[in-house]
């Protein structure tokens, strides 16, 4: 199981570098500002300094280096974790989160911030700029949770009660 997160994680890690790579220097995003895409869809360059949503907005290097320490805390504790699953699905999500907070911590080393493309809106709703780590760390987090409920993990959960 180790082999199939290990295995997630780098499949996420270089997609998100080569998507990251084809906006920055490819495409040139930062000198284009804000392109539609669709009338609900935008990509636009923004350099994300905090966590999600920028929460946590860390502007000093004193910040940069305690956010990259804390996601290498939590990417410690991920593969722990990884050591002990027991089925492809927890495998896969578990390393599908891995590589992508592995792709934002990249960012946050050699940028001091994770570069964000997506942005959903509608009308003058304008929804959190994302990248392709982020949504990686999102479908590992649900299907973490859909394991949870419905996977293996669920299944020995009800044996023990």
């Not at 199939?4 to 996420?12: F, M, R, V, W």
């Not at 410690?76 to 992508?100: E, R």
């Amino acid at each position: 199981m180790i082999r199939i997160g290990a295995i997630s994680a780098l499949i996420a890690f270089l997609l998100d570098r080569v998507s990251k790579w084809w906006f920055i220097d490819v495409y040139e995003l930062p000198l284009k500002g804000t392109v539609e895409i669709l009338p609900i869809f935008d990509v636009v360059m923004v350099w994300n300094r905090g966590v999600s949503f920028g929460f946590l907005s860390a502007n000093d290097d004193l910040g940069r280096w305690t956010l990259v320490a804390m996601n290498l805390v939590i990417v410690a504790v991920l593969l722990y974790w990884l050591k002990s699953a027991k089925n492809i699905m927890l495998s896969s999500a578990i390393g599908l989160v891995i590589g992508g907070a592995f792709g934002n911590i990249y960012d946050r080393i050699k940028f001091g911030a994770v570069a964000d493309f997506f942005q959903f809106h509608w009308q003058e709703w304008y929804f959190a700029v994302f990248n392709v780590a982020d949504s990686f760390i999102f479908i590992g987090a649900m299907l973490l949770i859909f394991n949870s409920t419905f996977g293996n993990d669920a299944d020995d959960d009800k044996e023990k009660e």
